[in-house]
């Protein structure tokens, strides 16, 4: 099997509801700003958590959070930015950046 940047696109069928992956990652030097929101980011979480597949902190080789990961079922991406945009975090300003990327679950 092939894998890496140049591998063929396999096709995806059978998916009931799509999965989306929220990847962020925190601007320099926002470990406050990440503690003080943190609360409000996780009743955020928690106000979906029928959606959630996985959702966690990013780390450094130090276990200091760097950023968040989330993967989730959403209708479509639209809607997945409109929950990413509610995200406290967001709405703090922590991000350096964001990306909404819809994901396929294969395993397991």
């Known amino acids: ?3 890496g940047l140049d591998a063929p696109a396999l096709p995806v069928q059978n998916i009931a509801m799509p999965w989306f992956a929220i990847h962020c990652i925190d601007k320099p030097d926002s470990a406050d700003l990440r503690a003080e ?3 409000d980011h996780l009743a955020h979480i928690n106000a ?3 959606k959630v597949l996985v959702a966690g902190p990013l780390l450094r080789p130090d276990g ?3 950023g968040s990961l ?3 079922e959403f ?3 639209d809607a997945a930015i409109a929950f990413a945009n509610a995200d406290p975090y967001h709405l703090a300003g922590l991000f350096e950046s964001r990306s909404v990327t819809n994901w396929h ?3 397991p």
């Open 1 to 3: 099997m092939v894998w």
């Open 37 to 39: 929101t943190r609360a």
């Open 48 to 50: 979906h958590k029928d």
């Open 64 to 66: 200091r959070a760097m």
């Open 70 to 72: 989330l993967i989730m």
């Open 75 to 77: 209708d479509d991406r």
């Open 105 to 107: 679950k294969v395993l």
